[in-house]
């Protein structure tokens, strides 16, 4: 079973920064690509970033600058460091994972449960 854990969130001030991370564990062969969301009440479930095994990343424009999303494979580990953080980034943050099974070799997509992240003064 595929599990993907966050943690990092929190309560910060604007102008603050927090960095999530995001551990894939359980049992597989490799993950593919990796990325972050984050959805605000009310609202849909939004892209923020993305990164390839290889390190190719996609950073959404609404947080390009700000958002830095990196990885390390040998902990099977997706990071999001968001710096100049303000009210707007309040939402729950969750992380997504492409995962293939060391069973089927079938490549299946994955959701961790999500972290709270508030930006309040």
Known sequence: QVQLVESGGGLVQPGE??????VVSGS????????????????????????SRGGYTNVHRSVK??????RDN??????????SL???DTAVYYCN????????LSAN?????????????
Request: net charge neutral; hydrophobic share 35%.
């Open 17 to 22: 920064s927090l960095r999530l991370s995001c």
């Open 28 to 51: 597989f062969s490799s993950i593919g690509d990796m990325g972050w969301y984050r959805q605000a009440p009310g609202t849909q479930r939004d892209f923020i970033a993305l990164i």
């Open 65 to 70: 600058g700000r958002f830095t999303i990196s």
């Open 74 to 83: 040998a902990k099977n580990t997706v990071y999001l460091e968001m710096n």
């Open 86 to 88: 303000i009210p707007e």
């Open 97 to 104: 994972a492409d995962v293939t099974s060391s069973v089927t």
């Open 109 to 121: 997509n994955y959701w961790g449960q999500g972290t709270q992240v508030t930006v309040s003064p």
